[in-house]
């Protein structure tokens, strides 16, 4: 081995609360600034009744493997009652659990053996648009123009001399017109209401008190049944502009966000109004005993601006979709880290790390596409740049090990522990995104990564369920992804992660500070943090290492070279 000793540039990165912003009550407590936390997506963890949906009962019955893995908390996404037009992110009763996943026992079985696990809990809460299917939308419908009941969502007349024109140009996230046109009650073509998502998602209007109030009683009910925390979807988008001026995104931006470099946000993105809310969101949360945690999904760009969602009297923490978008190219990966830590700890938030979630393509095949690809588009058989699987793994693994290095806390999404691929051959006829709909099969969407997982290489639907049935098609290989095949198999992903998470907690490597190592070469990142030195190689030759004991590595290290596409962590005593 050499005896190399790579040069060091400090950086700091705290991820403790700002002075004086934290209770004596939090201190030491806040257990989400360092947490991993594993998102479970209900409809594809486990499916307990066999139907091809997964389930509460299903998910309880496999949360061992989580405790097992070594994860400190699961978020999972929407299981409310809901016409699952966007896969239960259209929410049509807020306090109660679609029949799909099952009943409210059913909820507090699954947070009780989370409890026994040592597992906290987190859910999801959809705030800036109900279902069509809600009781406020059926009695918006059944009202007329100016009526209270329609005073709750974004009605308006249309333009044109009939009103035959949507109110303005917005376009809606999965494709087409962000308008819809009702019926009115003389059976006449009426007002508008505005959908910045599928039309079977009316959008709310936030500066009515009533849809404030309602949120808050929505998030009580939750909180009295133990919940640990909510994430927040679309915590970007509940305010819109005044007047909902016209607005056209620059060509070929993310779907979910936009906006990127411009001088204001979009008129229905990142509005400073939001901010009120989750003030008002933070008091409720701190009324409860524990530490209650609020995560935001806000597409928000740059980092200097989403950080004024996690102020200290905001939320807790925001996804970090700047890491998740950056591709691979170690001073891509270098500045936005260093970015993250900076400007998180500006306001004393702990940085997030996220390379997956339901809706993005799953980073074993993402890191190695060759075209780009915005989110929210998919990945398909007609798409151009299609991943090398080999590559893509070899990819994910190395990119996963740097991230569960780095101070603060991360997110995980079922089944990347698997090193799972995105389904790129799902059958035209299976797929169920409302963007594929919407755009008529040009944009793909997210099926392909969310794919019910496989539990096992032998049983009927990989072990999902009992019958075999699976609401998407799994691809026939994916046996070789399978948890029992990974189980206790020596250079398998799934070990690979339960490693680094029992090395992360035991080296308190969430609590580092870390320190930037020099000396590698430019596509390298290379860092150490409470006396572990982590190095991902993203070049194409293998770099030389320094001296140290090898705690985790995501390629065989039989010598003193690094190879292309892995990362090492290493023992070191200085
Ligand atoms: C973000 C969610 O993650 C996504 O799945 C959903 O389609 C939209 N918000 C609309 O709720």
Redesign the pocket.
Known sequence: MSTRDPAETDTLTPTAPLEGTATTADQGHEWWRTAVIYQVYPRSFADGDGDGVGDLPGITSRLDALGELGVDAVWLSPFYTSPQR??G?DVADYRDVDPLFGTLDDFDALRARATELGLRVIVDV?P??TSSDHAWFREALASPAGSAARGRYLFRDGRGPDGELPPNNWQSVFGGPAWSRVTEADGRPGQWYLHL?DSS?PDLDWTNRRVRDEFVDVLRFWLDRGVDGFRV??AHGMVKAEGLPDYTPPAESGS?GGGQGESAPPPYWGQEGVHEIYREWHTVLAEYPGDRVLVA?AWVEPLSRLADWVRPDEMHQAFNFAYLETGWSAPAVREVVDASLQTFSSVGAPSTWVMSN??VVRHASRLALTAENPQGYGIGPKTEGLPVPELGLARARAASALMLALPGSAYLYQGEELGLPEAIDLPDDSRQDPTWFRTDGERYGRDGCRVPLPWSATEPAFGFNATGASWLPQPADWSTYARDEQRGVAGSTLELYTRALRLRAEHELGTGTLTWLEGFGPEVVAFRSQGVTVVANMGDVPVELPVGEVLLATMVVDGPALPANATVWLATTS
Do not use: T
């Open positions: 966007d896969a992110y959809v800036n648009h998502f998602q979807d679309v979910m999904e339901h809706d």
